[in-house]
């Protein structure tokens, strides 16, 4: 990425302008615009995952996998920087593989999801990690996702099992649910808020901690749901 800022350019949102031209473009409805990936399974929940961040909906129903790569793009807000999130969506199919690696180096995140009720993508994650590990980008973010934690009935690996092999990979982990919306949307503004801090980061700034972030938002929010839960038993 090339470009250099005049040095009478003004600040966009409160950004310096050479820090902002850093990234891949630039357009009047965001600053920064940033590549993630899906990956993961066939069958784990990822475009589902996908259309609950874009669209707010959950795609219930005859599951239809996703064929070869599929992208959809939003815009978010994340401390007055409007960051365009290009959000790639795999197949996990063996036979899309191919396909898929052509896509990592270009990515500046990896959302990596297993299903909750799956012991068999939850085994394959560390064979995801080794691909990425190869393909990707050196400091590409990666965040371990368990989804389908509203279907607790049929749950096979523990909370405890995807904290466990987040802590050896050093990344991030939660929880999620395409079908409620659980951290979906933080799993999106933690990505952003990371990339965004990597493209605009003063010296003296301190830097942005993604576990840290998530680990206090998940609380926050289940500190909500006590008090409506409180609340509403009243």
């Known amino acids: 990425m090339t470009g250099r800022a005049g040095a009478a350019a003004p600040a966009r949102n ?6 902002l031209q850093r990234c891949p473009s630039l357009s009047q409805d965001h600053d920064l615009a940033c590549k993630v990936m899906l990956l993961g399974d066939s069958g784990v ?3 589902c995952f996908l259309i609950q ?10 599951f239809i996998a996703t064929v070869g790569i599929d992208f959809r793009n939003k815009v978010v807000t994340v401390d007055g920087v409007n960051v365009k999130l290009q959000i790639w969506d795999t197949a996990g199919q063996e036979r899309f593989r191919s396909v898929t690696h052509a896509y990592y180096r270009d990515a500046q995140a990896l959302l990596l999801f297993y299903d909750i009720t799956s012991k068999v993508s939850f085994d394959n994650i560390r064979a995801w990690l ?4 190869e393909y990707a980008q050196k400091d590409v973010v990666i965040m371990l996702l368990g989804n389908k934690a509203d279907v607790s009935s049929e749950r096979v690996i523990r909370t405890e099992d995807g904290e466990s092999l987040a802590r050896e990979y050093g990344v991030p982990f939660m929880e999620t649910s395409a079908k409620t919306g659980m951290n979906v949307e933080l799993a999106f503004l933690a990505i952003a808020k990371e990339l965004k ?3 605009v980061r003063q010296p003296d700034e301190p830097r942005f901690q993604i576990h840290d972030y998530i ?3 998940k609380k926050r929010s289940s500190c909500c749901s006590f ?5 509403s038993a009243h």
């Open 14 to 19: 409160g950004c310096p302008p050479a820090a």
């Open 53 to 62: 961040f874009k669209d707010g909906a959950f795609l219930s129903g005859t």
């Open 227 to 231: 008090i409506a839960e409180a609340l």
């Open 130 to 133: 080794s691909e990425i590990h």
């Open 45 to 47: 929940g990822k475009t």
């Open 215 to 217: 680990e206090s938002q």
């Open 197 to 199: 801090q990597r493209a």
